[in-house]
């Protein structure tokens, strides 16, 4: 008995996870997401789950990681709880935890990004685990090189494309080093490049002994693995060794089919009118990054644009639907353009699927047997059954987002990343619908980082740093025959919004800019709160004059200040108004005009000029703070302010996380809101109306959505938070 109990334990301790027999099923759903699983994963190994989209394989990888909580069954790891918090005494004494035991990268990588610059974001989880800012930020590094985005570092999380957001996902994670890293198709929209050395990278990570779980669609980047897994309908139906698996050939036509990518061959054809054309465009949001840009696009046509991340794909393709107005140059098309955005969340609007994909049609006066006509082949040509949305897996919210452009019917169709998140056979539908599309006259536009995939189109392009690098078929119009710009008036909203985005901050060598972060906050608010202390007109006159002093170190753009001021001065005029209405005379007052009950005293003047004074202080002394002083730097210089506090057991760190989040969450919002504004005007949600109520009334449908997405993200934030190992 003692030599079987031996074997037993020896045998359990090279699993490092045993989970037995686990369900999951989320709320308000009709059937379980994970159903009666087991498996186990020895320490060591490298394991591919595959499946369709909606089979529960992200659901899985989130219980293996501990992010979901299972509802039956059991979860056992030899190194302990996935997340549990690690319980740390920050003292000099104590080594910082070199290791953690599992790590996942989420499967989207936006909703993983906890801080706003891009290094800081990296260094949070090893300052978790104990380690110096100095020793985080060289792991951050390390990471950041290994990704090939150490170039971004100082840049602002949100200025990155969806593919640079992927890969910093991924160095957070492996920057906390994790014995398991779980990987939730977390190269699925990296451009091929940059995806093969990730894989590389993975697999040096497992030569080296480090456990890898990895839910992907591609069955090259399974095939890297030692084992495989395959999950339908919520239930493992396979799990065994590389070799087992390719010995099953009816298991990968089950998952990637027989049939390949058909083909186009229309190298005769005669050249058509042009249906787009950009025009010596120039467009950039600091320095130009399209400069001198021309491209035309066949009528009736299917064209492929590849490009690493950041190449310009989004960036041509907003300019081409008028989201975006070039600095000079012209975009214009024979019609209004659609547009399928690359981030598919931030697209659905309605409770169930079909009153989704009904929303564009509706909203340009389609009703009735055609709008249900309408709505039914765009969800065929999705290949897309009818569900609740938010029920629905993240590749079929893809597929819902692709079926709400294509109901709009448009001409024009553009498409961005159509196939990224969605399994073989799902891929394989949608360009053979974009097929059918360029069949019917359409003239589709798509992007992709699979080179395969071209093989569905007329003609290919490749960009580079906002260049074309490619061409298979140049097509030159020198015709403007019909074309129009489309550039809609709501651009304008999403400009103020992506400024909004990018923040305040500018990067300037000023003693200001270069004070340590908690002088720079104790100045700042010093003169705010003595400011808003002092009521004596001379003395918060000098208050406000030093202000302007201060403002004057941070080099501030004086226009820019103006300008901020002088939104401030119509409230501070209602405010003078309602002063004199309301506010009532003393007997001592000096009277300089009087009629009825309205009056005009020294002391309302007196309170005026306070106001207005304790006003211009406020608005100088927070916008050059926000101007000097990076996120990071902000809470940096608060929690150095609350060090003493933080000494005799004030939760400082907690504060200063909950500020961090503050300050993340804005911009998220901010990003949020634009995506959704973008979908509105898209699906014509959003239109230009005449009078002030039914302008009111054309933006009621993105409250809805935007509260959806904030107590979202909220969530998310705090798994976010929970991978990352803070405590």
Same mark, same amino acid.
């Given at each position: ?22 369900? *999951? ?20 190994? *490298? ?41 740390? !005494? ?85 920057? #906390? ?98 249906? !787009?054309?950009?025009?010596? !465009? *120039? ?199 019909? #074309? ?12 103020? =919004?992506?400024? %909004? ?30 400011? =808003? ?16 002093? *201060? ?67 406020? !608005? ?16 940096? %210089? ?22 961090? #989040?503050? #300050? ?17 005007? =898209? ?45």
């Amino acid at each position: 008995m003692e030599i079987k109990s031996g074997f037993v334990q020896l045998i359990t301790a090279m699993n490092i996870l045993e989970v037995s027999h686990i369900s *999951y099923m989320y709320p308000h759903a009709e059937k379980k997401a994970v159903n009666n699983v087991s498996f186990s994963l020895e320490k060591g190994s *490298y394991t591919a789950i595959l499946g369709p989209n909606g089979s529960g394989k992200s659901t899985l990888a989130r219980i293996a990681a501990g992010i979901l909580d299972i509802q039956e069954g059991s979860i056992q790891n030899s190194a302990g709880t996935f997340f549990e918090p690690v319980r740390r !005494v920050r003292k000099k004494n104590i080594e910082p935890q070199s290791s953690v035991p599992g790590g996942i990268v989420f499967q989207s990588p936006k909703h993983q990004i906890i801080a706003g610059k891009v290094i800081k974001d990296v260094q949070f989880g090893p300052e978790n685990l104990g380690f110096a800012k100095k020793d985080a930020e060289q792991k951050a590094k390390k990471e950041l090189l290994a990704t090939s985005l150490e170039h971004k570092e100082n840049e602002n999380t949100l200025s990155l494309s969806l593919g640079q957001t992927q890969k910093l996902a991924l160095s957070g994670i492996l920057a #906390l080093n994790p014995d398991v890293l779980i990987l939730d198709e977390s190269v699925s929209m990296i451009d091929p490049e940059c995806r093969l050395e990730i894989l590389d990278y993975i697999d040096r990570l497992h030569a080296e002994g480090k456990t890898i779980l990895s839910v992907t669609h591609d069955l090259d980047e399974a095939l890297r693995a030692d084992r495989i897994f395959i999950m339908n309908e919520g239930s493992l139906v396979f799990s065994g060794s590389k070799d087992e698996f390719t010995a099953h050939e009816h298991f990968k036509q089950d998952i990637f089919g027989t049939e390949n990518i058909t083909e186009r061959k229309n190298t005769s054809r005669d050249k058509k009118r042009a249906a !787009v054309r950009l025009d010596s !465009v *120039y467009f950039g949001y600091k320095d130009n990054f399209l400069e001198n840009f021309s491209l035309s696009f066949e009528q009736g046509t299917i064209t492929a644009v590849m490009g690493e991340s950041g190449s310009g794909k989004s960036t041509i393709f907003e300019l081409i639907a008028g989201l975006l107005e070039p600095s000079a140059g012209t975009a214009a098309s024979l019609s209004t353009p659609s547009l399928a955005l690359q981030d598919s969340e931030g697209a659905l609007f309605e409770e169930f699927a079909v009153d989704d994909a009904a929303f564009g049609p509706r909203n340009k006066g389609l009703q009735g047997k055609a709008l249900l006509e309408r709505v039914k082949t765009a969800m065929n040509t999705a290949g897309l059954e009818y569900d609740k949305t938010f029920s629905l897996s993240g590749g079929e919210k893809r597929k819902l987002a692709l079926a709400g452009i294509i109901a709009l019917d448009e001409d024009i169709m553009l498409f961005d990343e159509p196939t990224a998140g969605l399994d073989p056979k799902s891929r394989l539908h949608i360009l053979s619908s974009l097929q059918s599309l360029a069949d019917a006259g359409k003239t589709v536009i798509f992007s992709t980082h699979r080179k395969e995939e071209t093989h569905a189109a007329d003609r290919t392009i490749v960009l580079h740093n906002g260049r074309i690098s490619y061409d298979s078929d140049p097509f030159i119009s020198s015709s403007n025959d019909g #074309l129009a710009s489309h550039s809609v008036p709501q651009a304008s909203i999403l400009s103020k =919004i992506r400024s %909004g985005i990018q923040g305040d901050y500018a990067d300037k060598k000023t003693i200001l800019h270069a004070a340590h972060p908690g002088i720079k906050f104790f100045a700042f608010f010093s003169l705010f709160t003595i400011s =808003i202390a002092v009521q004596d007109i001379f003395l918060l006159s000098i208050i406000t004059g030093l202000c302007l002093v *201060y403002s004057l170190t941070a080099r501030y753009p004086l226009l820019k200040m103006i300008k901020r001021i002088a939104a401030v001065l119509p409230w501070l005029g209602i405010f003078f108004v309602f002063q004199m209405l309301f506010f009532g005379t003393a007997g001592t007052d000096k009277v300089f005009w009087e009629w009825a009950f309205i009056s005009i005293t020294e002391a309302k003047i007196q309170l005026f000029i306070r106001t207005v004074l304790h006003f211009l202080a406020a !608005v100088i002394t927070f916008s050059v703070y926000f101007y000097s002083t990076e996120e990071s730097d902000i809470v940096e %210089g608060i929690a150095s302010v609350l060090k003493p506090a933080a000494l005799l057991g004030f939760p400082a760190r907690h504060l200063c996380l909950l500020i961090l #989040l503050v #300050l993340r969450f804005i911009p998220l919002l901010l990003d949020e809101t634009s995506n959704i504004v973008k979908t509105q005007i =898209i699906r014509q949600g959003i239109k230009k109306r005449k009078g002030l109520f039914k302008t009111i009334r054309s933006f009621i449908p993105l409250f809805v959505p935007l509260l959806l997405q904030t107590l979202k993200r909220a969530e998310l934030l705090t798994e976010a938070i929970t991978a990352r190992y803070y405590h």
